[in-house]
């Protein structure tokens, strides 16, 4: 679990290649896209750094509140998400998942967990929906 400018997120550990101290990597600065906050390289793989509050919240985003400190690298190595701080590991069994009916509106969720409070990320979606727009 995650908090990413007062969202708490649970990414699916399957979905994650591995986390890391935001200050820890040289970051490639990127004005190409909004969302888009630069790129680092390691084992020769180059890895964009996703604004995540820019691109989860959108217009309620403000970015003087984001409090940046940690990178969670997702599955193929290709985006990183931003986060305020890593929060804890917590098993959440996918029956208790709340699933999201309406992927219209925030494809990259696949449900909610009450117990937690958490938007449950589907990290293909998410990563699909980078891609994309792209």
Sequence with gaps: MVNVCGLKLAIPFEGIEGALTLSTVTLQLSNQYDW???????SSFSTVIVDTGQWLLEDR??????RYAELIVLDGKNWAL????LVKSVRI??????????KQGRPWMLGTYMEERCAVVDVAALVAQFEKAS
């Design 36 to 42: 888009v906050l630069g790129s680092f390289e390691r």
């Design 61 to 66: 985003y403000d970015a003087a509140l984001s």
């Design 93 to 102: 069994p996918h029956s208790r998942i709340n699933m999201n009916s309406n």
């Design 82 to 85: 931003t986060c305020d701080e």
